[in-house]
């Protein structure tokens, strides 16, 4: 019984030690790059890459809980060969709120649930008729995601999530599309998405942070 009370008591003051206090300034940022080659037994090429960056600001409203905003900053680029090619970026910004869960050893679980809205652009461009696609428009999304964090100094954490785990969103894009004749084409899509994602499909999003506890006399 004395050992096990031990236990306890060394492992509630790990919690205890381990808090991120009320008032403490939270900065930050994340970065997501994906990209991929392939290519097939004719010699044809496909390339895709994007890149994604968050950088955050928040305050902490209770001991482990924070509250912010972040930017929402995303660029992407397809090639097939030389006969297609698709480019685009999102802009935006968002509110989110993130609750820790201290593990001792600096190790912290956390939960981050966050709404965001962004605006988008893309545009195909192809060899042969019809010659172009093209949209702009926005979206507005709520996502919710979990991550570990290591407190790697007394102020620095590094962190990695996975992002969009669970989410649900709606898109408005107007479309424009060069047509064979040589005329424009022009259309508005509406879209509404909810989307879980577990195993190989989820992409890993890594971040550092800076965590400042407020001072108290």
Do not use: C
């Not at 001991?63 to 060969?81: E, H, M, P, T, W």
């Not at 195909?124 to 996502?143: L, N, R, V, W």
């Amino acid at each position: 019984m004395k050992i096990n009370l031990l236990i306890l008591f060394l492992f509630t003051t790990l919690l205890l030690n381990a808090q991120i206090k009320k008032g403490a300034l939270f900065i930050g940022g994340d970065v997501s790059v994906n990209s991929s080659k392939f290519t097939g037994t004719n010699q044809s090429t496909s390339q895709n890459q994007a890149y994604n960056f968050y950088p955050s600001l928040g305050w902490a409203a209770k001991d482990n809980i924070i509250a912010g905003g972040r930017l929402l900053v995303s660029f992407y680029d397809s090639r097939q060969n030389v006969f297609y090619s698709s480019k685009g970026h999102n802009l935006g910004a968002g509110i989110w709120m993130r609750k820790y869960l201290p593990l001792g050893k600096s190790f912290y679980l956390f939960g981050d649930a966050g709404i965001s809205g962004q605006s988008i652009y893309r545009k195909q461009t192809t060899m042969q008729q019809p010659d172009y696609f093209k949209e702009k428009g926005f979206s507005i999304s709520a996502g919710l995601f979990p991550g570990v964090s290591y407190q790697i100094k007394n102020r620095w954490y590094l962190e990695a999530a996975f992002s969009n785990l669970i989410s649900l969103g709606y898109e408005r894009k107007n479309t424009e599309q060069a047509t064979q004749g040589g005329s424009v084409s022009k259309g508005v899509n509406n879209s509404f998405n909810i989307s879980g994602s577990l195993g190989n499909g989820v992409p890993l999003q890594v971040g550092m942070r800076w965590i400042i506890n407020k001072k108290y006399q």
